[in-house]
Each structure stands twice: as C-alpha cells, then as structure tokens.
C-alpha cells in the first residue's frame, strides 16, 4: 500500500478526534496531533506506557486517568486509552472540570462491557455525576464508531503496513533535515523572579544518523514558577514536526530523532500539582525553540542579538457550568466556549473587532451565578494596548471574582 493512502486511512479514522494518538503494541507512535488547547504529545504517550505495563490491556478495554505522573495537569483534564485491536491503541485526552479527584489508570469497560463496580465509584453521588455519566458515555461512543470501522482498523493495525510507514515518515524527515540548516545555537529568557531559561539547539548528523538536540542543561531551579518535563516535551515536539513540515507524518520514526535533555527539579522538569505554569512556561520554552530555529537558518546569522518574549495574554474564566482558557497574543486569538457562554447568557459579547492594527475584545458579566476570571500569566500592559481592564481597570496575574454588569475589555496589538 502507498504511504499516502495509509495516511489517509489513519485520518479518516480519527477524524473526529481533535488530540489524540495511535500507538502500536510495542509503543510505537503511529500519529498524533493536537489541535487541543494544550499539547499533550508525551503525557498520552506516558499515560499509555503506564497502562500498557500495569493493566494488560486487551480488545475492546477502555481506560480512563489523570494526572498520570503526579503532577503536571490538573485533575479536570482527563486521558483516555481504548484498545481497539490487539497492534493498535488509541489515546486521547479532553477536559472535564466537574473533575476535581484523582483518577488512577482505570478501566471503565472490560473487553466492551461497562464495569458497573467502577463506574459506581467514580460518579455515585458526586455533584454533576449526571453530566460526568454522559460525558463517558460519549467518549465510548465515539471509540465505538472507531471500532465500526473494521476495514481501516485491518489495515491501520498490520504490522507490514505499519514498519512501511514508519519507513517512509522517517524518509520523509530525513528529506526535510536536509533541506535545513545543521549546526546549533541557543538563547535564554530571565523570568521576573531573575532565575534563567536556557535553551541550546542543534541539528547534527553523525554518521549517518540525524539528531536534532533540545538542551536545557544551564535552566535554573525557580521556587515559584516550573512545571512537568512531559509537558515543555510535548510543546517543543510539536514546534520541531511544525517547523520541519512533518505534522502528518510524526511517527516513532521522527520521535527517535528528537532528543529533550531536562535538568531535574529545574524550571522545566519540576512537577507541580495543579499546572499552574503549563501554557506560560510552553510558550516560552517553545518560542525560545523557535527563535533558535530562525536564527540557525537565517541568511544573515545573528540577525537578532538577543531573544525577547513575544507579549501574549493567557487567562481563564469559569463558572459552575463553564471553563474557558483563553489566550491573545500578536498573530492569534483563541477563545474558548465562548459562544457556549454567550449563547447561555453567562456574558454579553458587546465588541469584537480588529482596527489599525488592534484587536478589541469587549463583554459583560451576564449571569447571576459566581463567574471567576484568572489572568494566568505576567504579561506587560501598558493601559492603551496589550491590556486586560475591569471596569476600567488593568489588570494583573491573580484571580478575581466577577458580578453581574462588570464589564471586561482586552485590547491588542496585532502584527
């Protein structure tokens, strides 16, 4: 079979799938993507590992769990793993944030049958265990809809198919490392706290084998602000697959050739329980890779001296029935639910427009019900742009609870 119509079988499988992952019986990436707010490329893959070794998963067994290294996501996102043949698995993450208790591997259905005992346990008389019910019952209806799907499921699990196409994704890398340039650089960014985040990268082939290199080694330790390995892994794979054209192709092929060194207990290898620094410390770590990137195969090398953070905005709001992370930066805007917000009257979308270069973002509070906002970053405003305001008022990290009639404005260069 051609690479190209096996690629389509692994799409047309998984097309309702935003992030997800395929793996083999041997742990070997087939696909992945992540279209979700967060990228989760190597929390699935550890999630999975952690299945694969403690649970003997067979046919038709479904998985659930959180927080699969104790620290790195909040509890409210959640991993799903289905076996969908005895060579295929496929795992996948989403967010639930009725969820607020830990999940250990779980198997919520044995061999297609529901596991009565479990699903007890894990809604019983818990608030919203109506809606937490319907939420499982939909992830098992879309894995049974892949399960239907017998042919493409053949075809994606045989293992001749599978070593031919991970033959040529690596080929197709191989193509594309040689179209870049090889070498290595590095930058670094000081945090507010004064501790460092330095990245060198390199591109190198030696001996015939091609290695792309992501070193944190000279990152500080910082008190306040760190996250998880698996989470600054999974954000800078999918700047590397970006940058280097592949995402269609990112297979255990192009994984192997991808190498993360962490220093542990640093800034980016530290767990912490909540993920309260995840999208921050993505952001900057995965514009640090891609200011290294640019400065490698720029014509003219150190075009830029120094590097310095793109400005974004990350902030959250929620309510009893709603959570919606958000973020604003220079070239995207990205709301989340919002129209499920509005179109349940819990704000009152009053301005969205992009003028002279800046987007305006403008809302009341609409609801009767406690509504949060969470400014989850330190971004720099400067009152008339780049700006959050309450009522008026810029804004800073923090959390603030919101009544009926406040009215937010964001305001935003964009380039």
Not at 187 to 199: D, E, F, P, T, V
Not at 271 to 284: A, M, R, V, W
Not at 326 to 354: A, C, P, Y
């Amino acid at each position: 079979m051609n690479f190209l119509t096996y690629k389509h079988c692994i799409k047309t499988l998984l097309g309702k799938y935003k992030s997800c992952s395929l793996v083999n019986a041997e742990g070997s990436l087939l696909y992945s993507k992540d279209q979700n707010f967060e990228v989760l490329t190597t929390t699935r893959l550890v999630a999975f590992q952690i299945v694969k070794k403690y649970l003997n998963p067979k046919p038709q067994d479904f998985f659930l769990l959180n927080d699969p290294e104790n620290g790195g996501y909040q509890l409210s996102k959640l991993i799903f793993i289905s076996c969908l043949s005895p060579n295929l698995f496929l795992i996948w993450d989403e967010n639930n944030f009725n969820v607020d208790f830990k999940i250990p591997p779980t198997p919520i259905f044995d061999q297609g049958v529901k596991n009565e005992f479990v699903w007890q346990a894990l809604i019983g008389s818990r608030p919203y265990s109506a809606e937490f019910e319907s939420f499982l019952e939909y992830q098992k209806y879309k894995v049974d809809t892949v399960l239907k799907s017998t042919s493409l499921l053949k075809t994606i699990g045989d293992p001749k198919q599978q070593q031919q196409w991970l033959k040529a994704t690596q080929g197709i890398f191989d193509t594309q490392f040689n179209n870049k340039a090889q070498g290595s650089t590095d930058a670094q960014y000081k945090l507010s706290s004064g501790s460092c985040i330095r990245l060198r990268f390199s591109a190198e082939e030696k001996q015939n084998l091609k290695m792309i290199t992501l070193d944190f080694t000279n990152t500080n330790i910082c008190p306040d602000i760190y996250t998880s390995s698996h989470v600054i892994e999974s954000v800078l794979i999918k700047k590397i697959i970006d940058f280097y054209a592949v995402n269609e192709f990112f297979t255990q092929s192009i994984l192997d050739k991808i190498k993360i060194i962490l220093p542990p207990k640093s800034i980016v290898s530290r767990s912490h329980p909540t993920g309260e620094h995840n999208f921050e410390l993505q952001t900057i770590c995965s514009q640090l890779c891609e200011y290294n990137l640019i400065q490698l195969n720029s014509h003219a090398r150190k075009s830029k001296q120094n590097f310095e953070l793109t400005n974004f905005l990350y902030f959250s709001l929620y309510s009893d029935h709603y959570h919606s992370n958000n973020f604003v930066g220079s070239d995207k805007i990205q709301l989340e639910q919002f129209e499920d917000l509005i179109n349940n009257k819990v704000i009152d979308l009053k301005k969205m427009k992009r003028t002279d270069n800046l987007n305006q973002v403008c809302f009341d509070i609409n609801s009767d019900d406690k509504v949060s906002l969470t400014i989850k970053n330190n971004y720099k405003a400067d009152g008339t742009s780049n700006d959050l305001k309450l009522n008026n008022v810029s804004l800073g990290r923090g959390q603030y609870e919101l009544k009926k009639g406040d009215q937010i404005e964001i305001l935003w260069k964009y380039t």
